[in-house]
């Protein structure tokens, strides 16, 4: 469909888990063809200068690179990124482990087990993750983006950032969800409460297990070599956060995430083949609960995260990663 509606689910319980990937390449005719895709994506586009992409499957595995980044550097497969919105299946995972634990109810009220002016109309847990909450988006503030211009370097909090979120609040449960950037820094916070741990600290522990070293929780963490230069808050600036660490450390929970292509990939590949999270949560997490909300792995053509460079996911484990 052309609004990019989802036709029916886009996973079944009997689906999963999926099989184990290959770690041989894919066949030289196919690895051709994806890079000619690439190439050509990257030379017809008006607003990419550079990509990344990679493919896990059980038939094989592929990776690589078109393009430049930022600093005009010649991009290769393993450049690391900032992986924006693709930050918010983490947290989602990470919200759903804590659910199977018994920690956190997902229908129960967020104020629950966070105390935050955003929740004073007691959206739910799971209104949070699908964007039912009625929650303003932080991300709409020219104040914010003006603060975070004026020192790229700064290291922010998310009850900081949420501080600009004025909007007004709308009442939870609508019909058509409303995408908020907010209800994901709220649940990063949560995440913090529910388990006495850091952000970084608890989806390391609980749900980036397999994940390796090439993701990395931004700004608790930081990106290593190689890197794609990404457009700062603010010219260049050289503290190894991607795109800086203003930029970084106000996306945190929602967006602050980075990765290179084939760690992302691998990613999706465990977490939509029902490797992370038991199959019928698998299925729940990317099941629509209103129109344009659900967390089924699709392109997004226009990432919401203004200051972050989109990044795309999907459930057969491919990426790809724009700067």
Known sequence: MSDGALTGPVLSPSALPFPAPSVVALPAPRQGALQLALDAMVRDSTMVRGATAA??????????AAGVDANAARMVPDDMVGIASITKTVTAAEVLQLEQTGRIDLDAAASKYLSHRLLQDNPTVRQLLSHTSGVPDFATSAALAAAIGADPTRSWTADEVLSYATDPIKAPG???????????????????????????????RDVLTGAGARMVVQDAERPTPPLAAADPSTGPVSDDFLPDRAIASVLGADGGIAADAPTVAGWGYRLYGGMVLPADRTVEMVTEVAPGTGWAPRSWNNDPDSTAAPSDTTAAGAATSRS
């Open 55 to 64: 493919v896990v499957s059980p038939a094989g595995s592929w990776s690589g």
């Open 174 to 204: 609508a019909a058509v969800g409303s995408y908020s950037n907010s209800n994901y820094l709220l649940l990063g916070m949560l995440i913090e409460k529910v388990t006495g741990l850091s952000y970084s600290q608890a989806v390391r």
